[in-house]
């Protein structure tokens, strides 16, 4: 070895030997170790076999054990309050064991430790408890606390004051203006199954997961079905959910999707959730279709055919949201046409109710709203503005009527049809919130409109076959959209 390599192998020894006999791990939490020990009394569940989706309707109690550790992996004597929350869904409060203290999502470690049971609700897919240090500790009752003091209780140069203003107040009865060392932890995941199409349309009027980025569940035995192709996106039904009603589903695509054809199976799907004014809707949708030999058999289902007592009543409507839906023998509104109403009297070419003309219906009008709602009594009044603005029109049969869009059908001209019977309308079922006539049956193409009218089909046909095209082209503006 030459001098040169002895010097600085001597170095090498040397820092080393420092290292060695100069460190200290740091003290203090650095992190906390979370463990689920019980979901609903029972081991936790497996990937294998996963609790169903929590819809937001009922609570689940997750028994937990938390452990505040330093950056050296040890249990470290942390004696403060630690926030839960869990992702995806909500923690409503947690219940301290061992004659702990919580409050609300908040619970306190003592010596490091902390057990408790966590009450869960809208939990879906792999689930993690998180337990956070966020610098909150709650004020004795009956004494102010310093986050609601008027003081400024932290350091000299701090000029805000309580909170929300001062951000080391993590609530008004916080009796600290200090922040927290917001260390964290995370459990492993707790197994629910991933969504199905029912479970994110809920069981009633809106879904329990608004907001919410998720995948659905195409997995067999589920089978989602696409049965309509839109300008704007597409319909899907599971078919596992048929006669429990709650299972089908529009995802928004802003425009065409591209290379899809009713009939196409999917075998992946997923979105961000949301509500457009009543209408459960999958915005931003991803999708795979499933690659099937040859001429497999097209499944989409038959149309529900909607009779009075369905079209009544709102629960039953919403089973079929977003599902195919027909009605029969029905005829366009009599009082159906562009010139405006007169003292909430209306006729053949009159059933307009943008009285002053400005090209809206203005509800803060006593006398366009006036109009308007006495228009949408009349089950042979079609309001002009409504149809004008997004091809909506009433038909009735007498007793009961719901609207028609039936702007697929370029051929048919629904004012020139006024009164006339239209044998069948076929298409999906949209829900708008605004108004008194919530629903709309969606013609998707010519096959959907059975008439003797020019544009109608002949006769109706079967799903198997109605509507089904070529497929839709690429999008070659994907990019930028």
Not at 1 to 18: E, S
Not at 56 to 80: C, K, L
Not at 282 to 300: D, H
Not at 366 to 388: L, M, V
Request: aromatic share 8%; glycine share 10%; with cysteine.
């Amino acid at each position: 070895m030459t001098p040169r390599a002895r010097h600085r192998a001597a170095l090498a020894a040397a820092a080393l030997a420092g290292c060695s006999s100069d460190f200290e791990p740091p003290r203090g939490v650095s992190s906390f170790w979370v463990q689920v020990e019980q979901v609903n009394g029972e081991a936790p569940p497996s990937a294998e076999a996963p609790l169903p989706a929590n819809r937001g309707d009922t609570v689940d109690a997750w028994s937990f054990r938390i452990e505040a550790r330093d950056a050296a992996g040890r249990r470290a004597p942390f004696d403060g309050m630690v926030r839960l929350s869990i992702e995806p869904g909500a923690v409503l409060d947690v219940e301290a064991e061992d004659e702990g203290i919580a409050v609300g999502r908040n619970i306190r470690l003592r010596g490091g430790v902390a057990k408790g049971i966590a009450h869960v609700t809208a939990v879906y897919g792999p689930t993690r408890l998180w337990v956070e240090d966020v610098g909150y500790r709650p004020a004795s009752r009956g004494n102010r606390p310093a986050c609601a003091n008027g003081v400024n209780d932290d350091a000299p140069g701090d000029v805000l004051v309580d909170f929300p203003a001062d951000p080391g107040c993590a609530f008004a009865d916080d009796d600290t203006e200090e922040g927290g060392s917001f260390s964290a932890g995370v459990s492993k995941p707790v197994a629910y199954a991933v969504p199905r199409i029912a479970d994110v349309q809920g069981g009633g009027p809106a879904t329990p997961y608004p907001t919410e980025a998720m995948q659905i569940n195409t997995a067999a035995p589920q089978q989602v079905v696409v049965t309509r192709v839109s300008s704007d996106g597409f319909y899907v039904t599971d078919l596992t959910g048929e006669g429990s009603g709650f299972n089908h589903l529009f995802a928004y695509n802003f425009n065409t999707p591209a290379n899809m054809r009713i009939c196409d199976r999917l075998e992946y799907l997923a979105g961000t959730v949301d509500e457009f004014f009543g209408f459960t809707e999958l915005s931003f949708p991803s999708y795979e279709i499933a690659r099937v030999q040859g001429g497999a058999e097209c499944l989409v289902p038959e149309p529900t055919v909607l009779d009075g007592p369905t079209l009544a009543g709102a629960s039953a409507m919403e089973r079929l949201e977003s599902g195919l839906v027909r009605v029969e023998g029905f005829h366009v509104s009599e009082r159906f046409g562009p010139r405006p109403a007169r003292d909430n009297v209306f006729a053949a070419e009159q059933s307009n109710c943008d009285l002053n003309g400005d090209g809206r219906v203005d509800f803060d009008s006593q006398a366009e709203r006036s109009c308007a709602n006495a228009c949408s009594d009349d089950p042979e009044c079609s309001e002009w503005t409504s149809y004008a603005a997004r091809g909506n029109y009433k038909i009735t049969d007498g007793s009961s009527m719901i609207q028609i869009q039936t702007g697929t059908v370029s051929a048919f001209d629904p004012t020139s049809r006024r009164g006339e019977v239209i044998d069948a309308v076929t298409g999906t079922l949209r829900n708008f919130s605004g108004g008194s006539l919530h629903w709309t049956i969606e013609a998707r193409c010519p096959d959907d409109l059975v008439c003797a009218a020019p544009g109608c089909a002949p006769a109706t046909k079967p799903s198997k076959e109605a509507c089904v095209r070529t497929r839709s082209l690429d999008d070659n503006d994907a990019e930028t959209n």
